[in-house]
């Protein structure tokens, strides 16, 4: 079956800018988690969703990030007023259980 | 707050020998997941270990969780070309809720045939 997407591969942003980053889990995972990974880095966590439900949003650097999964599938994180610093790569994983999570191919944000 | 260290940052191996990778933590963990990332890939899972001084084996490779459940190591035997990539533990600690991952910096492993 397919596995998890993201949408869209790479963004190239001007600072300033808000971009919004879409992940599509495996069907019928119920967790859904947004991690960051910056280059030669692991992933660092940022937020998580079981259902619809924002379980834990620790990770998120500042206001300015943002996540929602309205309907407890589909989920976007949301950058508003994108800065250089926010460039990297951000990756969407899910899982079915406490156990191994599936990530994407995630998304390259680079914002000039 | 949690920290995993993993080391070493480097590994360059001469096809055909054996390597370890360790990953240590600075608090007790409930258990331990293991992801390999392929050069341009992401990560992918390996393996979990929950038990104190648990070990498993995946073929070439030996993942093995320390007594205190603040350690881990991953041996890989007769290294190939294929094992190149990063390999990263991930901590998921006690008192964290559901399955919030920890993440080491990972240990980049090159393989010169």
């Known amino acids: 079956g397919a596995g998890v997407s993201q949408s869209p591969r790479y963004k190239v942003t001007k600072r300033g800018q808000d971009v919004a980053l879409r992940c599509d889990p495996i069907s019928g995972h119920v967790s859904l988690y947004w991690y960051r990974q910056a280059l030669g880095q692991g992933p660092e966590f940022l937020t998580y969703f079981n259902y619809e439900a924002q379980q834990d949003k620790s990770g998120l650097p500042n206001d300015r990030f943002s996540a929602e999964r309205p309907e407890g599938s589909i989920s976007t994180l949301t950058i508003q007023r994108t800065e250089q610093r926010d460039s990297a790569m951000y990756r969407c994983?899910?899982?079915?259980?406490?156990?191994?999570?599936?990530f994407g191919p995630g998304t390259r944000l680079t914002v000039l | 707050g949690q920290q995993v260290m993993q080391i070493p940052q480097y590994q360059h191996v001469q096809e055909g020998e054996d390597f370890t990778t360790y990953c240590n933590s600075s608090t007790t963990l409930s258990n331990i997941q293991w992801y390999k990332q392929r050069p341009g890939g992401h990560p992918v899972f390996l393996i979990q270990l929950v038990k104190s001084g648990e070990v498993k084996k995946q073929k070439r490779l030996t993942f093995q969780f320390g007594e205190a459940k603040k350690n881990s190591s991953l041996h890989i035997t007769a290294t190939q070309t294929t094992d190149v990539g990063t390999y990263f533990c991930a901590a998921n600690t006690i008192k964290a809720a559901g399955n919030k991952l920890t993440f080491g910096g990972g240990t980049r492993v090159l393989v010169k045939p």
């Open positions: 994983a899910s899982s079915s259980g406490l156990v191994k999570q599936f």
